[in-house]
């Protein structure tokens, strides 16, 4: 598993947890839904000020969603 996939797996077992859909992270994390989903399937590759949105809507520090990336 590549970079994107790990990043991927990171967010959408976060988000899960969180117990939050794609949606309510997206206006957490004031990004569209589309990028959500975009990044879960490692679609996109996030810049780091949307890591870091992303750690901030779901509450976490941005090495959560880093974990295990080579």
Same mark, same amino acid.
């Given at each position: 598993m590549g970079p994107s996939e790990r990043f991927a797996a990171n967010l959408r077992k976060?988000?899960?947890?969180a117990g939050l859909s794609q949606e309510t992270l997206a206006r957490a994390a004031n990004l569209h839904r589309t990028e959500i989903s975009l990044l879960e399937r490692a679609e996109r590759e996030p810049r780091l000020s949307t890591i870091?949105? #992303?750690?901030? %809507? #779901? %509450?976490v520090p941005a090495a959560v969603l880093l974990d295990d990336l080579p």
């Open positions: 976060t988000r899960k947890e870091v949105r #992303l750690a901030n %809507g #779901l %509450g």
